[in-house]
Nanobody
Framework: QVQLVESGGGLVQAGGSLSLSCAASGSILNSNAMAWYRQGPGKQRDMVAHITDGGSTNYASSVKGRFTISRDNAKNTVTLQMNSLKPEDTGVYYC???????????????WGKGTLVTVSS
């Protein structure tokens, strides 16, 4: 019943910007946060940013200062603004519903299909 649909990916040169959007529908049971993950070619899927229901944000060190996560609860959307993109940012970006507890973000089994971001050098 829950659907997360990512959009906004594409090809961009290093130093450029992209904005990704996640449209959420349905109720994510027990979730109090949303996150963006990425999975590079042949790599593990890792979290790049998350945002709580109250708007508190956190970022992976590799993207801090370059990426901004935000949400619009009225529109049921989560956005990832990506600036100063680097080739190592290349990957499929996934929207996730999860939970912040203590110091960490815990992904729940709510995923979109992903949107591909390719950053060329």
């Amino acid at each position: 019943q829950v659907q997360l649909v990512e959009s906004g990916g594409g090809l961009v040169q290093a130093g450029g910007s992209l904005s990704l959007s996640c449209a959420a529908s349905g109720s994510i049971l027990n979730s109090n946060a949303m996150a963006w993950y990425r999975q590079g070619p042949g790599k593990q899927r890792d979290m790049v940013a998350h945002i709580t229901d109250g708007g508190s944000t956190n970022y992976a060190s590799s993207v801090k200062g370059r990426f901004t996560i935000s949400r619009d609860n009225a529109k049921n959307t989560v956005t990832l603004q990506m600036n100063s993109l680097k080739p190592e940012d290349t990957g499929v970006y996934y929207c996730n519903g999860g939970k912040v507890r203590g110091a960490g973000y815990y992904a729940m089994n709510y995923w979109g299909k992903g949107t591909l971001v390719t950053v060329s050098s």
